[in-house]
């Protein structure tokens, strides 16, 4: 009865310590996430866009819109296709309107996609104006909470900074990003020996967006230039392994081989912005801050003296975020 009695304590005893720890165990909101994309000329968009998911489905984020700076034909059903096969077919989808880029993969590998893999939003004309959808998250989410992260061209960004008051807010973009947004995540811009006379893809192509964009945001922007994911080469183990039917495998498989370059693996600018909107900098680069100086002609410059714009430095060796990212990329989606 005794030796019963001490078992029947000591069981309760250790019962009372695992509840006590799972009750004192911090828990992490899921940050709430936009995801900006031009989704179309590169394909590193796809490598990005499945980490996002990846993050997602582990309770890092939540997303909530996948969003194009690019009109091309291809770009909703693109969006709606990834979030579909993810297991997310009702997350919302926007696309710009009015005067904006509008370019096809150089692969064809968007085709190839709307072709083989199902969805629902058949043309960019059945998914949501871009800045009217942003406007109606942003006004339902707490203030200084919402990451965006933008891999593509800074139209909606501007366009969302520029706009007027609505149905959704009062207040016009400008108040509504800083009430709202917590921070800006770019895949942008270029911060080595080349700053100054480069002219990166994401900030050339809508040059008057993007300096409104750099010259007005009033909050934090995180910049992950062009230097860090030229050096950071990912997709070879998703190409060779035994998945199927995985739109994100088929893009990796079709592309690579049609550039020698990409022998190695595609060059991972959109995976770093996504990673450190997500999880943060802190593990992986560090943070040099300072004010970007804007170029009409789509060049840039960094002012060492300004405060709230930062750019991404190389810490973490890029053999080690190469296996991060490309393990991020075969991730499957959740049963």
Known sequence: MHRTLIILISF???QYYVSSQIANKPTKTPMPVIFDTDIGPDYD?????A????????GECRILATIASNKYKF???VLDILNTYFKRPDLPIGVVRGNAAEIGAIQKWDSMLVSKYPHNLKNNSQAEDAVSLYRKLLSKEKDNSVTIVTVGFFTNMSNLLNSAPDKFSPLNGKDLIKRKVKQLVSMAACF??????????????DA??????????????????????ANIYTGLPIKN???????VKDV??????????????RMSWDETAVLVAVRGAASYFDLVEGKIISKPDGSNGWDVTGKGHYYLKVKMPNGEITKLIDGLIMHQPRK
């Open 12 to 14: 309760c005893l250790a």
């Open 75 to 77: 770009t909703g059903p």
């Open 45 to 49: 968009d796809v490598g990005a866009m």
């Open 51 to 58: 980490l996002l998911h990846a993050f997602a489905d582990n």
């Open 241 to 247: 392994s035994a998945i199927s039917n995985s739109p």
């Open 192 to 205: 080595d020996g080349r700053m100054g006379a480069f002219k990166e893809f994401n900030v050339k192509i």
């Open 208 to 229: 008057p967006a993007s300096q409104n964009v750099f010259d007005n945001w009033p909050g934090k922007i995180v910049f992950s230039g062009f230097e860090i994911g």
């Open 252 to 265: 990796f498989a079709w592309s690579i081989p049609l550039d020698p370059q990409d022998k190695n693996g």
